[in-house]
């Protein structure tokens, strides 16, 4: 099928969010290779939301390698999943300038790349744990997934409580980071969140689980305080 656009050179194709929306390492992490995947896709005729499927087909193959002892591949395959979520979003942002999205569209758009990641990736948790013979934490770190990602949600649907969010990042976290020079998100994100799981899988452990359970449950109880008081 011929194209009605003009792809961008490699060198000139930047559709990544900018450095102070994104998460504070994606440009150290994930961004650098999801940029050439994005390239890539954009070549074909490619909806973003089709690209956000290949996570959860990753994550069942992530499954596989677990159940089967591939451990590293495992932590491979999270990291993965996480530039094909970039990905996903690159090639979004570019499609934007060829064709004017809907509200409805964008909207969509949204709601598929927040699933995609929510729907087969607990289950990754859940059998990392269970692989290494503690299936109570792979229990409870797959429901502080759900509890994290909940209250986040929350906060997206209720703009008050959006905007305090912002506003406690802006004042605590702000100074922090114009101390040490840091751009871009900070907190417990999704970006964090893989990273931790695939160290877990890259080191066969349930240390970093444990970690991961601890971070979450503190975020949320702390989300909760502000939210109610």
């Not at 792979?138 to 986040?152: D, E, K």
């Not at 905007?163 to 040490?180: A, F, N, P, R, T």
């Not at 998100?185 to 452990?205: E, N, R, W």
Request: charged share 20%; with cysteine; aromatic share 14%.
């Amino acid at each position: 099928m011929k194209r009605d656009y003009i792809i961008p050179k490699f060198k000139d194709f930047n559709f990544a969010k900018s450095r102070d929306e994104g998460d504070f390492l994606a440009p150290y992490t994930n961004r650098p290779i999801s940029k050439f995947f994005s390239w890539t896709f954009v070549h074909f005729t490619l909806c973003a939301e089709f690209i956000a499927l290949l996570t959860p087909l990753i994550d069942l193959v992530t499954i596989y390698s677990i159940s089967n002892g591939n451990w590293i591949l495992a932590a491979i395959l999270v990291e993965f999943s996480l530039i094909m979520d970039s990905a996903d979003g690159e090639v979004a942002r570019f499609r934007a300038t060829i064709k004017e999205r809907t509200e409805q569209q964008n909207a969509y758009g949204s709601y598929m790349d927040s699933m995609a990641g929510v729907i087969l990736f607990p289950l990754v948790i859940f059998v990392a744990g269970l692989s290494m013979g503690n299936m109570l934490v792979g229990l409870l770190t797959m429901l502080s997934f759900f509890l994290v990602n909940l209250s986040a949600g929350y906060a997206s649907i209720f703009s008050s409580k959006k905007k305090k969010s912002k506003m406690i990042q802006e004042d605590i976290l702000g100074k922090i980071k114009k101390k040490l020079g840091i751009r871009g998100v900070v907190g417990f994100s999704g970006d964090i969140q893989k990273h931790m799981i695939a160290l877990a899988l890259f080191f066969q452990t349930v240390v970093f689980l444990w970690i991961y359970f601890g971070l979450a449950m503190s975020i949320v109880l702390v989300k909760f305080y502000l939210y109610k008081k």
